[in-house]
């Protein structure tokens, strides 16, 4: 059995965070595990509260999972301030972690503030280098690399950028296809080793996408728990996440979860 970690926030509505990654994980086969970095009083509508997890429990918890059942991949969503930053990098470095898939989340869909601003510049310093991909949407991308991103070729240009401080970069385009010109397709580019990939998937025109970014880093994450390469992981993932779109779940008052369940790997 193949075991994965997520160190992220916790959703009481159960469609992102934490909750929507231990779904995918299960979704997936592997052996799911949490860490607990903030937990948030939220559901389709948006947020009530934020309770930042303290850095030693955050620690006490990475201690406790990282010296019993090792995981073989990690996925990190919601840290939301420095002290948590530093707290899990320097647990990451401690224990050797690897297959670390980082989801730079920095705000709900709704707009709530997941990462204090003087955290991003650490987040770079410190964990992306330890990192094996990065996965921002397009804010996330323009706020890292502090370009504006309009078109696929300044998608290019800035995973070509993060590059330079991890070894893969997925930068999303769903923002792109579900803007006003509204593109058809779902594109998402991987810079790796040099070269970028593209990632095609039809685009789901739903409101119903709270917790796409937390689902997708789960399944990369799953897929290279179980062995599959950086870019099969990235192909397989954003298949599972357009399915867990395409089912049509439609639950709550506002932007509804996904439907972790439908999807089945190809066998090989
Ligand atoms: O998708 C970003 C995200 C991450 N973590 C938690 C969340 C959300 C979005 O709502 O609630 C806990």
């Known amino acids: 059995m193949k075991k994965v970690l997520t160190i992220a926030g916790s959703d009481s509505s159960g469609g992102a965070g934490i909750q929507a990654d231990l779904k995918t994980m299960t979704g997936f086969g592997v052996y799911g595990m949490s860490v607990i970095t903030a937990v948030t009083a939220q559901n389709t509508l948006g947020i009530t509260g934020i309770r930042q997890i303290e850095p030693e429990m955050i ?4 201690d406790c999972v990282f010296t019993d059942i090792y995981p073989d991949s990690v996925k990190l969503g919601m840290l939301g301030d420095k002290r948590a930053v530093a707290a899990v990098s320097r647990k990451l470095k401690e224990y050797g972690a690897g297959n670390i898939v980082v989801d730079p989340v920095m ?3 709704s707009g709530s503030k997941f990462l204090e601003e003087e955290a991003i510049e650490l987040m770079k310093k410190e964990l992306l280098p330890k990192a094996d991909l990065v996965t921002p949407n397009l804010p996330e991308a323009e706020a890292l690399t502090g370009m504006k991103i309009r078109t ?7 995973a070509g950028i993060l590059g330079k401080i991890c070894p893969g970069v997925l930068i999303k385009g769903g923002h792109m ?6 593109y058809a397709q779902a594109e998402d580019v991987l810079y790796t080793h040099g070269k970028h990939i593209w990632f095609s998937e039809p685009f789901i025109d739903t409101s119903n996408t709270h917790g ?20 099969e992981s990235v192909k397989l993932g954003k298949k599972y996440l357009t399915a867990a779109l395409s089912f049509g779940l439609n639950l709550g008052k506002g932007n509804g979860p996904l439907y972790h369940f439908t999807f089945t790997l190809p066998q090989s």
């Open 212 to 231: 796409t970014g937390c689902t997708l880093s789960s399944a990369i994450a799953s897929c290279l728990a179980l062995g599959y390469s950086l870019e």
């Open 152 to 158: 696929k070729k300044d998608m290019e240009q800035a």
């Open 107 to 109: 705000a709900s869909t």
């Open 59 to 62: 620690e006490a918890q990475m």
């Open 177 to 182: 296809a579900g803007g006003d010109l509204h």
